[in-house]
């Protein structure tokens, strides 16, 4: 059963860094063609796709977003990591984090399959 | 502004069919499948249709999916109350490499 969870601050300062941490069990990310990606939902409002890491370390990023934002991953924790720098009101959201499959569809990923429960940050001096 | 334009709202009567439109370009929906989510109120996304017009395991054949050119469109047959909840369309955009989703759509069962 593959199963995703995501954890972090619920409450982070403007200007600061946010750091959030998805921790998945039920695959590994050095399995060939396995993706994970962040997405998020501010609160009554869509979806957003954020970044994307391959399991060959390939990685992608909202055009809007990518000078703010570092995807990574630890292969022995079982963890993918995002961090977005000068963190402001306007990214106060639900984080999802979700798995895909790269062959799928040629690595032009939009199916994702789960999704972990979503943690929710507020962003508020 | 979505990159995916959908209807903000549909609804209908237990029974009836509904259909909720999804509207790309020749970037993301015209090159690549569509892919369609169920959210219920205060849960996570949940993969209802994938590769334009495929139903993942233990999703109803109520659900179905469809495309042509630019344009896709969830249709969901004999309405249940359950249904309520939000439902977004998700694609691969070329030019932006990355996923873009549509604005979403509340449909209210009546």
């Given at each position: 059963?593959?199963?995703?969870?995501?954890?972090?601050?619920?409450?982070?300062?403007?200007?600061?860094?946010?750091?959030?941490?998805?921790?998945?069990?039920?695959?590994?990310?050095?399995?060939?063609?396995?993706?994970?990606?962040?997405?998020?939902?501010?609160?009554?409002?869509a979806l957003e796709w954020l970044a994307r890491i391959d399991w060959d370390d390939d990685k992608y990023y909202s055009t809007s977003?990518?000078?703010?934002?570092?995807?990574?991953?630890?292969?022995?924790?079982?963890?993918?990591?995002?961090?977005?720098?000068?963190?402001?009101?306007?990214?106060?959201?639900?984080?999802?984090?979700?798995?895909?499959?790269?062959?799928?569809?040629?690595?032009?990923?939009?199916?994702?399959?789960?999704?972990?429960?979503?943690?929710?940050?507020?962003?508020?001096? | 502004?979505?990159?995916?334009?959908?209807?903000?709202?549909?609804?209908?009567?237990?029974?009836?069919?509904?259909?909720?439109?999804?509207?790309?370009?020749?970037?993301?929906?015209?090159?690549?499948?569509?892919?369609?989510?169920?959210?219920?109120?205060?849960?996570?996304?949940?993969?209802?249709?994938?590769?334009?017009?495929?139903?993942?395991?233990?999703?109803?054949?109520?659900?179905?999916?469809?495309?042509?050119?630019?344009?896709?469109?969830?249709?969901?047959?004999?309405?249940?109350?359950?249904?309520?909840?939000?439902?977004?369309?998700?694609?691969?955009?070329?030019?932006?490499?990355?996923?873009?989703?549509?604005?979403?759509?509340?449909?209210?069962?009546?």
């Amino acid at each position: 059963q593959v199963t995703l969870r995501e954890s972090g601050p619920a409450l982070v300062k403007p200007t600061q860094t946010l750091t959030l941490t998805c921790t998945f069990s039920g695959f590994s990310l050095t399995t060939s063609g396995m993706c994970v990606s962040w997405i998020r939902q501010p609160p009554g409002k869509a979806l957003e796709w954020l970044a994307r890491i391959d399991w060959d370390d390939d990685k992608y990023y909202s055009t809007s977003l990518k000078t703010r934002l570092t995807i990574s991953k630890d292969t022995s924790k079982n963890q993918v990591v995002l961090t977005m720098t000068d963190i402001d009101p306007v990214d106060t959201a639900t984080y999802f984090c979700a798995r895909s499959n790269f062959f799928e569809n040629s690595g032009r990923v939009g199916r994702f399959d789960p999704w972990g429960q979503g943690t929710l940050v507020t962003v508020s001096s | 502004q979505s990159v995916l334009t959908q209807p903000p709202s549909a609804s209908g009567t237990p029974g009836q069919r509904v259909t909720i439109s999804c509207s790309g370009s020749s970037s993301n929906i015209g090159s690549n499948t569509v892919n369609w989510y169920q959210q219920l109120p205060g849960t996570a996304p949940k993969l209802l249709i994938y590769s334009d017009n495929q139903r993942p395991s233990g999703v109803p054949d109520r659900f179905s999916g469809s495309k042509s050119g630019t344009s896709a469109s969830l249709a969901i047959s004999g309405l249940q109350s359950e249904d309520e909840a939000d439902y977004f369309c998700a694609v691969w955009d070329n030019s932006l490499t990355g996923t873009v989703f549509g604005g979403g759509t509340q449909l209210t069962v009546l």
